[in-house]
C-alpha cells in the first residue's frame, strides 16, 4: 500500500563531458534528496549525447563515469534504479511514436535547438532538432510524476507536458503529465568566466566551468580568475551577476543565506571571498572524488548496476510501450 503513495522521479544527465559544479548544484544534489519518499529512476542519457559529435571512446569512458559520478554523489542502487538509456530500446521507440505528434513549429521554438544549432553550425542534425521529444519518452515511459533539473530544462519539461496532454487526449488517458522541480537555489549556475552563460561542461573554455574532478589547486585558480566587476563589495545587484553567481555556490556548499555571506565579507573585497568560494567547493568536491577513484577501478561493480538497472527500467518501459503500441492500433503479436 505504502508504495503507491511514492512519487515517481525520473532524470539524467548525458555524458557528454565530466559533470561540473552546475550539474551537481542544478540537478543531482536535489536527486539523493528524494531518494528515501520516492520511487526513483536516474539514466545515464547516452542517446542524447549523441546529437553533438562525439569521439567513440572517450563515449564509452564517459558513461562509465558518469554513472560512477552519481554513485560518488550519494545515489544509492538499494534505494533507486541506475540505468543507461540505450540499454532499453523502449525510449528510442516510443520517441518515434511521439515524434509523430510533436510540431515542427513546437520543436522550432526550443533555445537549446537554437543555442546548440548556433555553437554547432557545421552538424545541426535531426537528432538534436527531435532532442526534446526523447526527453518527453524517457519521462513519460516511466509514468513520472517529478522530474529535478536544472532551470534550463523548464522549456523541455514543457514539451513533455504538452505531448503527454495531447497524446491523452487524442487516444485516451496513457501518461502521467509530470512536473518539473526546479531547486530554490542553484538552478542555474552561471560559467566563471562569463557569467551571462549558463556553466556547462561542453564548453570550449575551461575556466568557465568547475568540473566535480577538478584537484583542488584547478578549483583555486579558476575561481580566482573569475569575472566579476569593478567594485568591491560582496553583495548581490544588477550589473553584479559574477559575484551573485559565486555567492550562490558559496551558498549552496556552505548553507549560508546571502545576508550572512554579505556579513561575512563586509569590507574585505573580492580576493578574499574568490579564495572562501574555492575553498568550499574545493572541500566539498574532496570526499565525492575519493569515493569516484574507487568506484573507477572496479568496473565489474559498475557494470552490475547498470545491467540490473537496465532489467528494472526494461520492464516497466516495455509495459508502457505495449499499451502505446495498442493504442495507436499497432497490430499485437
Ligand atoms: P552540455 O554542455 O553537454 O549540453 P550540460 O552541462 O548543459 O551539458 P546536461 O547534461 O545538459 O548538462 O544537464 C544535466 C542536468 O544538469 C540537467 O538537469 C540540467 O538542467 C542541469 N544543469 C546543467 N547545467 C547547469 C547549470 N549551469 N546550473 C544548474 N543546473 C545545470
Ligand atoms: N535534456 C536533459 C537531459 C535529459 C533529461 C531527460 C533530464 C535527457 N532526458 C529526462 C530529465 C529527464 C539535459 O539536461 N540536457
Same mark, same amino acid.
Given at each position: ?7 515517481? *522521479?525520473? $532524470?539524467?544527465? /548525458? ?5 561540473? *559544479?552546475? @550539474? ?25 549525447? &549523441?546529437? !553533438?559529435? /562525439? !569521439? ?8 562509465? =563515469? ?8 550519494? *545515489? %544509492? ?7 543507461? /538509456? ?33 555553437? @554547432? ?23 513520472? %510524476? ?12 514543457? *514539451?513533455?507536458? %504538452? ?36 556553466? $556547462?561542461?561542453? %564548453? ?5 566551468? &568547475? ?21 568591491? =563589495? ?10 551573485? @553567481? ?10 549560508? +543565506? ?7 565579507? #563586509? ?21 565525492? /572524488? ?14 552490475? &548496476? ?7 527500467? @526494461?520492464?516497466?518501459? #516495455?509495459? +508502457? ?13
Amino acid at each position: 500500500m505504502e508504495n503507491e503513495k511514492k512519487k515517481r *522521479i525520473f $532524470s539524467g544527465v /548525458q555524458p557528454s563531458g565530466i559533470l561540473t *559544479i552546475g @550539474n551537481y548544484l542544478g540537478a543531482i544534489k536535489n536527486w539523493v534528496d528524494f531518494q528515501d519518499e520516492n520511487d526513483c529512476i536516474f539514466c545515464v542519457v547516452d542517446l542524447h549525447a &549523441i546529437t !553533438v559529435h /562525439q !569521439v567513440p571512446a572517450d563515449l564509452r569512458r564517459r558513461t562509465y =563515469e558518469t554513472l560512477a559520478i552519481y554513485l560518488a554523489c550519494g *545515489i %544509492d542502487p538499494a534505494k533507486s534504479t541506475i540505468f543507461v /538509456q540505450s540499454h532499453v530500446p523502449a525510449h528510442a521507440e516510443l520517441a518515434w511514436v511521439l515524434g509523430c505528434s510533436t510540431m515542427f513549429g513546437e520543436l522550432s521554438r526550443m533555445t537549446q535547438f537554437k543555442d546548440k544549432s548556433a555553437r @554547432n553550425a557545421g552538424n545541426v542534425n535531426a537528432g538534436l532538432f527531435t532532442y526534446p521529444v526523447l526527453m518527453a519518452a524517457d519521462i513519460l515511459l516511466y509514468g513520472t %510524476d517529478l522530474v529535478p533539473v536544472g532551470k534550463d530544462q523548464q522549456q523541455h519539461i514543457e *514539451i513533455a507536458r %504538452d505531448i503527454a496532454i495531447r497524446f491523452n487526449q487524442t487516444y485516451s488517458d496513457t501518461f502521467v503529465v509530470p512536473e518539473g522541480f526546479f531547486p530554490k537555489s542553484g538552478a542555474k549556475i552561471m560559467s566563471l568566466a562569463d557569467p551571462t552563460k549558463k556553466m $556547462s561542461k561542453s %564548453d570550449a573554455n575551461q575556466n568557465g566551468f &568547475i568540473s566535480l574532478l577538478d584537484d583542488r589547486d584547478t578549483v583555486m585558480r579558476k575561481f580566482r580568475r573569475a569575472v566579476t566587476d569593478s567594485e568591491t =563589495e560582496v553583495r548581490r545587484a544588477p550589473g553584479k551577476e559574477g559575484v551573485g @553567481n559565486l555567492m550562490t555556490i558559496y551558498s549552496c556548499f556552505t548553507g549560508k +543565506t546571502d545576508a550572512e555571506i554579505e556579513e561575512e565579507f #563586509r569590507g574585505l573585497g573580492y580576493g578574499e571571498f574568490k579564495e572562501a568560494v574555492g575553498a568550499a567547493a574545493a572541500d566539498g568536491l574532496a570526499p565525492l /572524488q575519493a569515493r569516484f577513484k574507487e568506484l573507477m577501478a572496479d568496473k565489474s561493480y559498475l557494470e552490475g &548496476i547498470m545491467k540490473e538497472g537496465a532489467e528494472h527500467a @526494461n520492464h516497466i518501459a #516495455r509495459k +508502457t510501450l505495449s499499451k502505446v503500441y495498442r493504442k495507436v492500433g499497432f497490430v499485437g503479436l
